[in-house]
């Protein structure tokens, strides 16, 4: 057949741009701060993960330098062959401790820890049963399996009771699978009933706590410390990159789960291991949540009052519990068009628009950093009083 084999590339393309739905992308002339320069502006930044702007902090900086000038730029490795380091092994310890959870496993992302540890849990005869807002790593991962699947409620504890007494008569292993903190929406699984409910029915459970670590529990300890359930969720999974200001998947649980997971998952055995810089930043960020809890206290102090403003006027902020607060605004197009006014005003937030959220629930997403004084929250609230009324949103 004749055909232009790369021809789709162009069309795909051109089709995303006729609606809009291809992302352009904003360039940071600075590192990501609370105040940073994106393309050419000032601008209060409110879309980073770097919640506790640990990415800035000074040891984590000089640790950083000091491993790679120590051990090297790069691991030469897979961990499995040459590529564990006694620094990712004190990273593992540390952050067990940390967790109050018996092991922890360094994965190269947290997408990498879904996408091969998920598949390891769950196959032929099995189910696994996800919240129907999960992430989409998460959903990847459960594609990886031959597993059957399940979807119940956002977080509707009865809809999974009823799956899972179905499940438990017909399936050898079940895998409850939620995200810990739900990245649009900014609430909280109760994890505390869906452990209970899965003790009830003998079924697994997993927490993606992407959102969750540094940011809730005792100093940012994620969900378990949160439900004061540490060591019960079977595995707490959670990322380096978001609040803790480096990068890398981290999963923690039982030792028999880090043995299982080290010698399962495809992604740990068949990828090259951190660079020397990346683990020691990694070290020095669990260090400073354990000893200087003012970058947590900051981001909720920052949190409880940004919101609290927003809602006194008039603006919906969903369902939120966390850092995460959207701004909800109904059309795409609206959302669209208050952050780009908000943009050229310096507040940098992006909007969330159909189809990553249904149609009439287009939002701003803002998502709160520890580093930004009671005079940025009221520059920000400011702006979006001032275009809210504008747009006729409040
Ligand atoms: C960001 C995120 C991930 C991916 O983590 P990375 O370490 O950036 O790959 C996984 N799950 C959830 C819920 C996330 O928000």
């Not at 399936?171 to 699978?177: P, Q």
């Not at 670590?213 to 005792?218: K, L, N, S, Y």
Request: proline content about 3%.
């Amino acid at each position: 057949m004749k055909r232009n084999p790369t021809a789709f590339l162009k069309e795909t393309y051109d089709e995303l741009v006729k609606n809009s739905f291809d992302w352009k992308l904003r360039i940071l002339e600075t590192g990501s701060s609370p105040h940073s320069i994106v393309e050419g502006k000032k601008v209060i930044m409110l879309c980073s993960n770097n919640y506790l702007n640990l990415s800035n902090h000074p040891r984590l900086i000089k640790e950083s330098i000091e491993a790679a000038k120590k051990y090297g730029a790069g691991s030469g490795s897979v961990r499995a062959i040459a590529g564990t380091m006694k620094l990712h092994m004190d990273v593992e310890k540390r952050l067990a401790k940390f967790k109050r959870t018996e092991s922890s496993l360094i994965y190269q992302t947290g997408f990498a820890a879904n996408a091969g540890l998920i598949p390891q849990l769950a196959g032929k005869g099995d189910i696994i049963i996800s919240d129907e807002l999960n992430h989409g790593s998460i959903i990847d991962g459960v594609r990886l399996t031959k597993a059957d699947r399940a979807v119940f409620k956002h977080r509707d504890m009865g809809e999974l009771e009823k799956v899972l007494i179905d499940a438990d008569k017909k399936y050898n292993r079940i895998l409850v699978i939620t995200d810990g903190v739900f990245s649009m929406d900014g609430d909280i699984a109760p994890m505390d009933e869906i452990v209970k409910l899965a003790k009830k029915y003998g079924a697994m459970t997993y927490a993606d706590d992407a959102h969750g670590e540094g940011v809730i529990g005792d100093d940012g300890r994620g969900i378990g410390a949160h439900f004061h359930i540490e060591g019960k969720i079977d595995v707490e999974m959670g990322t380096f990159s978001k609040a803790y200001g480096v990068v890398g998947g981290l999963i923690a649980g039982s030792q028999d789960l880090v043995n299982f997971a080290l010698n399962k998952s495809r992604t740990w055995l068949l990828s090259g291991s951190h660079p020397p810089a990346v683990a020691g930043a990694q070290l020095a960020a669990i260090d400073v949540l354990e000893t200087e809890p003012k970058h947590v206290k900051n981001l909720w102090s920052n949190t409880n009052y940004f919101k609290k403003e927003l809602v006194s006027m008039g603006f919906d902020t969903g369902e939120s519990e966390t850092p995460i607060t959207p701004v909800m605004v109904g059309e795409s197009s609206k959302a669209k068009k208050l952050s780009d006014r908000l943009f050229d005003e310096g507040v940098f937030a992006l909007p969330i628009i159909f189809p990553m959220v249904a149609r009439d629930k287009a939002r701003i997403r803002t998502m709160m950093n520890a580093g930004l004084t009671k005079s940025d929250l009221d520059f920000m609230l400011d702006k979006f009083e001032k275009l809210g009324k504008k747009l006729g949103i409040i």
